[in-house]
């Protein structure tokens, strides 16, 4: 059933109840996940985080890669969740935070099957948020602020001309082969050309280690060629490289 987010009212949700222990089940079909810079730390060590353009608004964006087809995420097999750390756009769910008129308001699946007449309640009798809500709004505040400053962490790396596009080429143990293209990374060359006084500037606003820890993670494409080996295309390396027009290239 697909996902359906509504604004979370309490007097149509009064009675709602949500299951609190999150399987993570919905996210199998999601290779890329929104990744914010107050989760770099963690995730780099998991997984590989890339900058992405949306092709419609021009708009960059930081992703974790959890898989590398369209549609199949790696870190979801023998139904459970395979690593240490989930990005937090996917721990979050039921629940979403969006613009609600002029404001952020909190928003839910109402197709998602952890929502019914079991499970932690979202409103007390008075019509005040139940303990759970509030830690869940209070996660979901935390992660707003967190995409807010990603996106000046983001604006600046464009703004300092800092990406360069470069794609991911696969070897698969059958044989095959291709590539993954539409994904950017900071240069190294580029990052050591600044100056002191930009560097100086990046570390100040706790970019600098936003930038290294995204760097650091690209090591964990070997996580990936690891978890392939549960699916019918396991895979013999990725390697990173400078991006290249290929015949055989897919978009990430």
Request: hydrophobic share 40%.
């Amino acid at each position: 059933m697909a996902i359906n987010y509504i604004p979370l009212d309490k007097d149509k949700h009064s009675a709602l109840k949500v299951l609190p222990k999150v399987s993570f089940e919905y996210a199998k079909d999601t290779h890329l996940a929104a990744a914010t810079i107050r989760e770099f730390a963690q995730l780099a060590t998991t997984m590989p985080i890339f900058f992405i353009e949306d092709p419609n608004t021009k708009n960059t964006h930081t992703v974790a890669m959890l898989g590398i087809e369209q549609s199949k995420n790696l870190f979801w097999a023998d139904d459970k969740w395979q690593g240490p750390h989930v990005p937090l756009n996917i721990q979050r769910y039921p629940f979403d935070i969006r613009p609600d008129g002029d404001k952020l308001g909190v928003f839910i699946d109402e197709n998602s099957d952890m929502i019914g007449e079991q499970g932690e309640t979202l409103f007390t009798k008075e019509g005040e948020a139940s303990e759970f809500l509030k830690n869940r709004q209070q996660f979901l505040a935390e992660l707003a602020n967190s995409e807010m400053l990603n996106q000046r962490f983001i604006a600046k790396i464009v703004e300092l001309e800092l990406l360069e596009e470069v794609q991911i080429g696969i070897q698969y143990e059958s044989g095959q082969s291709r590539n993954i293209t539409g994904i950017n990374a900071v240069s190294e060359k580029k990052l050591h050309a600044l100056s002191d006084e930009v560097i100086l500037d990046l570390h100040k606003q706790g970019f600098l280690g936003a930038i290294y820890a995204m760097l650091l993670s690209l090591g964990q494409l070997n996580r990936l060629v690891e978890l392939s080996v549960k699916t019918d295309m396991p895979v013999r390396s990725l390697q990173l490289r400078p991006a290249q027009v290929q015949q055989n290239a897919q978009p990430a």
